[in-house]
C-alpha cells in the first residue's frame, strides 16, 4: 500500500511542548545571565585583593548560583529547539538532582533541627568576623539586623569576635567594644540620627545596652519568624518547586516523542528501502 505525503510529514514533536520547553529555559536563561552579570559587576567594583572571605561573599554565591542556572537552562534551551535528546536528557536529570537535594534538605533541616542551627550559628559567626571586609556582606548583615531588630547571631557579644569591634586592650580601633550602627534603637522622633549610638555598649551590662541597641541575637529572632511564617514560606518552597516539575515534565514529554519520532522515522527507511513492503 503507497505512503501518502501527509504519512510522510507526520511527526510526534508537538510544538506547542517544544517551544514552550524552549520560552521556558529562555526566561530563567536571561535571569542567569543577569545574575553573572550583577556578580561579575559586584565583584569588580569593590576593587578588593583579599580572598580570605569568598566564602560568605554574596556576590560569589550569585555567580556560582548564575552559572549553574545558565548551564542548566543552555542544555533546555538548546536541547529543545535541536530537539537534541542528550541534551534534554541532561536537563532533566540536573533539575531532578536539584529537585531531590533541596528535599532532603528541607527534610534533613527539620529532622536535625539542633545540628542544623549550629551550622547556621557557624555561618553567622564566620560572616561576622569578615563584615568589615566585604561591602556586600556589610550591607547584608546590616539589612538583616535592621530588618529583624537584632545584633550578632545569639547576642549582641558575638561583635566581639570581629577585629574592628573586638573588646580586647589591644585593640586599637575607635569601634572598639562597638556594635555596628544597624544594632541601635532608632526613635521616629529623633530628627538627628545619633550613629555611635552602639559605641562601647559591649562593655555595658545586658539591661544597660538594651537602652540602646537590640540585644537580643538574630538567629532566635529568625527562627520565631520562621514559626510565624510557615504558610508564607510554605507558599514560597511551592513556587520554587513547580518551576522545576514543569521543566522535568515538559523535558521528559519532549524526550519521549523525539524517540518516537526517530522510530517512525527508522520504520519509514526500513520500509523505503524494501521493495516487497
Known amino acids: ?67 549553574l542556572m545558565f548551564f542548566i537552562t ?5 536541547g529543545s529547539l535541536r530537539e537534541n535528546i542528550c541534551l534534554l536528557q541532561t536537563f532533566c536529570i540536573i533539575l531532578t538532582i536539584i529537585f531531590l537535594l533541596q528535599l532532603v534538605a528541607g527534610v534533613l533541616g527539620f529532622v536535625f533541627s539542633d545540628k542544623a542551627r549550629g551550622k547556621v550559628t557557624e555561618m553567622v559567626d564566620n560572616a561576622i568576623k569578615h563584615y568589615r571586609d566585604d561591602i556586600d556582606l556589610q550591607n547584608l548583615i546590616d539589612y538583616g539586623q535592621k530588618q529583624f531588630n537584632c545584633c550578632g547571631g545569639i547576642s549582641y557579644m558575638d561583635w566581639s569576635q570581629n577585629m574592628y569591634f573586638n573588646c580586647s586592650k589591644e585593640n586599637p ?38 537602652a540602646f541597641i537590640n540585644t537580643n541575637g538574630c538567629i532566635d529572632k529568625v527562627v520565631n519568624w520562621i514559626h510565624s511564617n510557615l504558610f508564607l514560606l510554605g507558599a514560597i518552597a511551592l513556587g520554587l518547586a513547580i518551576p522545576q516539575l514543569v521543566g522535568i515534565l515538559l523535558s521528559q514529554i519532549l524526550i519521549n516523542q523525539i524517540q518516537d ?13 524494501d521493495p516487497w513492503s
Open 1 to 67: 500500500m503507497p505512503r501518502t505525503k501527509c504519512d510522510e510529514e507526520f511527526t510526534f514533536v508537538s510544538p506547542g511542548v517544544k517551544y514552550l520547553l524552549f520560552f521556558f529555559n529562555m526566561i530563567f536563561w536571561v535571569i542567569a545571565l543577569i545574575l553573572i552579570s550583577i556578580g561579575v559587576y559586584s565583584r569588580i567594583v569593590k576593587h578588593e585583593a583579599a580572598l580570605a572571605c569568598l566564602t560568605v561573599d554574596p556576590a560569589l554565591l550569585l555567580m556560582i548560583v548564575g552559572i
Open 74 to 78: 543552555f542544555c533546555g534551551c538548546v
Open 173 to 210: 580601633s575607635r569601634e572598639r567594644c562597638s556594635v555596628p550602627f544597624s544594632c541601635c534603637l532608632l526613635s521616629k522622633e529623633e530628627t538627628v540620627i545619633n550613629t555611635m549610638c552602639g559605641h562601647g555598649v559591649q562593655q555595658l551590662e545586658y539591661l544597660a545596652a538594651s
Open 261 to 273: 519520532q526517530i522510530k517512525l522515522q527508522n520504520y519509514n527507511q526500513q520500509h523505503r528501502s
